[in-house]
């Protein structure tokens, strides 16, 4: 079959890789008919992190389930599946807790599992014709059956509930106010999720056009962040600070600094914005302290932040990856019951050998570029 593997920075090649087989009686073999590419992906594609020539990426994954294992009960061949992003074994504590990015059982090293990603487990990428799907009972949310809604519910794997999470993790109540920096797919999402849960303001900080215009055309106020300090922006359009603030845009904020010696800009802008008591939610990535990085503070994650000022607010402050199987049910339904329409951040859908040049597009974030997905 063909897959896309990373050969090195900013080099990713479609190639030919044995279709996978199943390797327990928990597996399935998921026939993809869509995956897509994400910002965490970039963190790999541009060499920032230990990933090994080699991986075939994809954690953003769907399609029709084709071979099962034998202890396999609550799936048929040909149903239709989406798979969170992260690999749980639904029985470790965490996993009980609903904290399935945290799953013990597949990776008891820190924290939790993914498809095709650097130091989350043996689990190949779906950006490929097959996927093995390991736990799968578990690991797969069922779909309606057909083609309807196929560029929504790709978005269940990842996106859309990272940016619900981001919201959560802000502690945010319906009627408040909420800056969300980052107009990338998880910013809009997240700038989304906060409309639909009945937000009175929300704010995305970016600068890049074509997603300040999305955010915008969703019911969002845009700030581009290059035609003046954004906080003060933001406090002149609201009458004030607002109550929660997303950061949706991650360690490679760093444009502006962001090193153990420079504080990250988004994180000191959001300790600035968000009124005293208010909430923190981080979504975006920062890396682990891998001792194979590159020698980079930000890239072996350490970041530096007014803590005093944060201490002074009496802010709270919540991260991590997003427990996706806490969501994606519920946010399945807003689909099918046509009370949320997130594909509208797609804005190109291609084939697998199309997903090269792809990758080179959304990284330098030209000629529109803001969700790719892929049908293999
Ligand atoms: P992206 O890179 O497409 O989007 C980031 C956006 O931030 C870009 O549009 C960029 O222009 C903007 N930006 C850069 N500097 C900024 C600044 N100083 N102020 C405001 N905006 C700025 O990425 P994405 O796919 O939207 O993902 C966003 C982050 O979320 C990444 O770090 C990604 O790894 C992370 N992520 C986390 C989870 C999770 O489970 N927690 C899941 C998916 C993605
Ligand atoms: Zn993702």
């Given at each position: 079959?063909?897959?896309?593997?990373?050969?090195?920075?900013?080099?990713?090649?479609?190639?030919?890789?044995?279709?996978?087989?199943?390797?327990?009686?928990?597996?399935?073999?998921?026939?993809?008919?869509?995956?897509?590419?994400?910002?965490?992906?970039?963190?790999?594609?541009?060499?920032?992190?230990a990933a090994e020539p080699g991986i075939t990426f994809g954690h953003e994954n769907m399609g029709v389930v084709e071979e099962l294992g034998s202890?396999?009960?609550?799936?048929?061949?040909?149903?239709?599946?989406?798979?969170?992003?992260?690999?749980a074994d639904g029985r470790c504590r965490n996993c009980e807790e609903g904290r399935t990015a945290f799953c013990t059982g597949v990776n008891p090293?820190?924290?939790?599992?993914a498809y095709g990603?650097?130091?989350?487990?043996?689990?190949?990428?779906?950006?490929?014709?097959?996927?093995?799907?390991?736990y799968a009972d578990f690991n797969a949310l069922k779909l309606p059956s057909g083609?309807?809604?196929?560029?929504?519910?790709?978005?269940?794997?990842?996106?859309?509930?990272?940016?619900?999470?981001?919201?959560?993790?802000?502690?945010?109540?319906?009627?408040?106010?909420?800056?969300?920096?980052?107009?990338?797919?998880?910013?809009?999402?997240?700038?989304?999720?906060?409309?639909?849960r009945g937000a009175s303001r929300v704010f995305v900080i970016d600068r890049v056009?074509?997603?300040?215009?999305?955010?915008?055309?969703?019911?969002?106020?845009?700030?581009?962040?290059?035609?003046?300090?954004?906080?003060?922006?933001?406090?002149?359009?609201?009458?004030g600070m607002v109550d929660r603030s997303v950061d949706a845009v991650g360690y490679q904020a760093v444009d502006k600094g962001g090193s153990s010696e420079q504080p990250n800009v988004v994180l000191e802008n959001m300790i600035r914005v968000t009124r005293a008591c208010g909430g923190l939610g981080i979504p975006g990535l920062y890396v682990p302290s891998d001792p194979g990085a590159p020698d980079d503070a930000s890239a072996k994650g350490m970041i530096s932040l007014s803590f005093?000022?944060?201490?002074?607010?009496?802010?709270?402050?919540?991260?991590?990856?997003?427990?996706?199987?806490?969501?994606?049910?519920?946010?399945?339904?807003l689909i099918i019951s046509g009370k949320a329409k997130p594909s509208f951040v797609v804005s190109h859908e291609i084939g697998l050998d199309d997903a090269e040049a792809a990758y080179d597009k959304f990284d330098r974030r030209v000629d529109g570029y803001t969700k790719v997905i892929i049908h293999p």
């Open positions: 079959m063909k897959a896309l593997n990373y050969k090195g920075p900013f080099q990713v090649k479609v190639e030919e890789v044995d279709r996978p087989r199943l390797e327990h009686p928990d597996d399935i073999i998921v026939k993809v008919t869509t995956a897509a590419i994400c910002g965490s992906d970039l963190h790999m594609y541009e060499g920032r992190t202890g396999v009960t609550l799936l048929q061949k040909g149903d239709r599946v989406v798979m969170p992003f992260n690999v090293g820190f924290a939790g599992g990603y650097v130091a989350m487990g043996p689990y190949r990428g779906g950006q490929a014709q097959y996927i093995r799907v390991p083609k309807e809604h196929e560029a929504d519910f790709i978005l269940l794997a990842d996106i859309f509930p990272t940016g619900w999470h981001g919201v959560e993790l802000s502690g945010f109540r319906p009627g408040e106010s909420i800056a969300v920096f980052g107009a990338g797919p998880v910013g809009l999402m997240a700038a989304y999720s906060a409309i639909l056009p074509e997603r300040l215009q999305a955010a915008e055309k969703i019911g969002c106020i845009p700030v581009d962040f290059t035609k003046g300090d954004a906080v003060d922006q933001i406090i002149d359009k609201n009458g005093g000022k944060l201490f002074e607010k009496g802010l709270s402050l919540a991260t991590g990856q997003c427990n996706v199987k806490k969501y994606n049910r519920y946010l399945r339904d």
